[in-house]
């Protein structure tokens, strides 16, 4: 099997990274100055769960290069949700050369943007639990023992395609589950993303430090309920198993955990505002649920994107 990854960043370095030591068919499609770094460096993992990994020649390639590399089965889609239309303008001769697209993007309203230009089929439904990011000369860095990817098909039916691609990455030391709910479970993945990333990015801590203020856990809660109530006007009730297991976590005050959008903001760089906590905004309004909590996040994201645009921060 053939594999793309569009970005060798947190997501697509750890994943294809991981393909890649498995012995898998991966080729990485990056901008000119990832490029570069894995030309002079290869690419590294650090992981204390998982191993370090480090290979001195992954094949990396620009956009203008991809059309003598195809054709790819799957194209991982690695991007940041503000990356989405520039990436779908690189792997376009992948797609047309018959590949599908799994996007490994947080949020839910990619998946409406790249349903709407290639259509359902083309499109696999795909979430990542883990926490990874890439330190400034290109590293990534594995933070704890997670490693799961769930995809499948859309419409729930269990292609040739998907059971190829959860093949190749039993090889490798990815936990991955090919699902036939897999919008379902992106929706539950939604909640919980959406809860973390706007609780810690609100109030710039962690799930311990918020649970060791007095109203901290339950104003976690309150965003997990509210947050699930969304799911569930949208057809995608979460599970009561789901929402214990989050009960308990916004309860441990001994926990590190945070989004990954707190860590993006807290080095200053772009979040995905709009993409989780806005769209979770907006949804709501469109639903008639009230979530002030939840505007408050949104507003507090989008007033550090003034400050940052500002050079302010
Ligand atoms: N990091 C984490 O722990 C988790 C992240 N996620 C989600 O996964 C997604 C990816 O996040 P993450 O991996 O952290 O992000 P990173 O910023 O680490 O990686 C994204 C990569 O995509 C590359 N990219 C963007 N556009 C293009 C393009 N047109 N051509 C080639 N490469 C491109 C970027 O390249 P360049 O370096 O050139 O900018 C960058 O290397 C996000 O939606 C995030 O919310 C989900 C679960 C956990
Ligand atoms: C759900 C969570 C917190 C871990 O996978 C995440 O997706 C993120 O940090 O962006």
Known sequence: MRILSLGAGALGGYFGGRLVEAGADVTFLVRQRRRAQLQAQGLAIR????????????????QDELDDEAPFD???????????????????????????????????SHMEVLNARYGRERVLGGLAKIAATVTTDGTILHLNDWRYLVFGEQDGSISARCSALKATFDGSSVEASLVDNVVGRMWEKFVHLATVAS?????????????????????MTSMLETLAGLAAEAGYPVSEDFKTEYRRLFHDASSSY??????????????????????AADRMRQFGIDAPLLEAAHTHLKAYEERRAAGRL
């Open 74 to 108: 799957v194209a991982l889609l690695t991007c940041k949700a503000y990356d989405l239309e520039d990436a779908m303008a690189a792997i376009e001769p992948a797609i047309e050369g018959g590949a599908a697209i799994l996007p490994l993007l947080n949020g839910l």
């Open 47 to 62: 992981s204390a769960a998982c191993g370090d990994f480090v290979c001195s020649s992954v094949r990396a390639i620009a």
């Open 258 to 279: 945070t989004a990954s959008m707190l860590r993006d903001l807290e080095s200053g760089k772009r979040v995905e505002a709009d993409h989780i906590v806005g769209y």
């Open 199 to 219: 609780m810690t990015c609100l109030m710039r801590a962690s799930v311990g430090e918020i649970a060791r203020t007095p109203r901290g856990s339950a104003q």
